[in-house]
């Protein structure tokens, strides 16, 4: 896709403040070693959490819907045959 990603950045509030002022615990993770112990911190609050999932610019992520596709064309690795 020409070194088109996932998003475009888009400059936001800081929603681990938001979440902070709103007396919700909240983490960020940043990278795939992270998730499991960001997941175990949200499942042991009782009540609501936040998790920031990080996720690169130059990440895909998947399953990709090609564009003017329906479900049943989503792309969900790297690499097929028309890649």
């Known amino acids: 896709y020409a070194g088109n990603y996932h998003s475009a950045h888009l400059p ?6 938001l ?3 709103y007396g919700v615990p909240a983490v960020k993770a940043s990278s795939p070693a992270e998730v499991d112990d960001a997941i175990r911190f949200a499942q042991g609050v009782g009540g609501p959490a ?6 690169a610019g130059e990440q895909n992520i998947f ?8 479900l049943s ?3 969900e690795t790297w690499g097929g045959p028309e890649e």
């Open 12 to 17: 936001g509030p800081d929603y681990l403040k």
């Open 19 to 21: 979440a902070e002022a």
């Open 50 to 55: 936040l998790i920031w999932f990080e996720i």
């Open 63 to 70: 399953p990709m819907m090609p564009a003017g596709k329906g």
């Open 73 to 75: 064309d989503l792309i």
